[in-house]
């Protein structure tokens, strides 16, 4: 009988100690963890306001090997305005209260990809302690090297097919990437604590998944345009719509 109660105990608490929370892109964290219809979600559009300003032609004669990957002209990727005025790559992200929660970062690296000479994506967002997987795509050598100001700096050259694989283990947002090899390639990486963040696609659209309900600040950062910020308080199963707008 004893053995049987301890069995049962056992088992009875299995449950409890595998509560784990999925983050916004289906990875297994821990911190918080409620059923799917308890979360909640932020998503809306960022925007420009005004004129756009048309990008700058890159002249990337300096490489043949650069030019030759190129089926169409590069241009500068600073700001990059789409349809409807919706404003690409902007890094939108829980910037506070979360600060009771902890995330261990998740197992599939995030990946930078140099292609045609520049940087794919131009703004990658990942989680602290997130393995980056820089992959060079191109026939030509290039060197990858972030400038953070809270964070390891490193330095690498990378041939075509060589792998590389580093880590960022402090928030923040954003480090600048350049190429000393090829001047005109300027990236930028974002780190978070968290999961609760995204860049903007090409249209300025954002979601934020997965969230516990409770009251956030929201920020929003644009290499060029600065950063805004907003709060939102968002109850279990709600979907709070938030706007942004830039402008020069």
């Known amino acids: 009988m004893e053995r049987q109660a301890c069995m049962r105990l056992k088992y009875a608490v299995i449950p409890a100690c595998a509560v ?3 983050s916004l892109s289906g990875r297994v964290t821990t911190g918080w963890a409620s059923p799917a219809d308890a979360s909640t979600s932020v998503k809306g559009t960022v925007k420009f306001e005004g004129t756009a300003p048309k990008p700058s032609r890159i002249d990337m004669s300096a490489d043949p090997l650069c030019a030759k990957a190129r089926s169409t002209p590069a241009t500068t ?6 349809a ?6 902007v890094v939108v992200y829980v910037s506070d209260g ?22 794919r994506p ?4 990942l989680q602290a302690n997130q393995k980056l997987e820089v992959v060079n795509s191109d ?3 290039h060197n990858i090297h972030p400038t953070p100001n809270n964070n390891r700096e490193w330095n690498m050259s990378q041939p075509h ?15 600048p990437v350049k190429c000393n090899v090829h001047p005109w390639m300027r990236g930028y990486i974002a780190v978070l604590k968290h999961p609760y963040f995204a860049v ?3 249209n300025g659209g954002f979601e934020l998944k997965d969230l516990p309900p409770g009251t956030y600040t929201i920020t929003a950062w644009q290499e060029k345009l600065g950063t805004q910020i907003q709060k939102v308080t968002a109850a279990a199963g709600e979907t709070k719509t938030l706007d942004f707008a830039f402008k020069q």
């Open 98 to 119: 979360l600060s009771s929660h902890s995330f261990p970062p998740p197992g599939q690296p995030a990946t930078l990809e140099q292609k045609g000479c520049q940087y």
């Open 161 to 175: 097919g060589v792998p590389l694989e580093q880590s960022f283990a402090r928030e923040e947002v954003a480090i």
């Open 200 to 202: 903007t696609d090409k």
């Open 20 to 22: 784990v929370a999925l």
């Open 122 to 125: 131009h703004v990658l967002a």
């Open 84 to 89: 409807d005025d919706g404003l690409a790559n």
């Open 77 to 82: 990727e600073d700001i990059v305005v789409g």
């Open 139 to 141: 026939e030509t050598t």
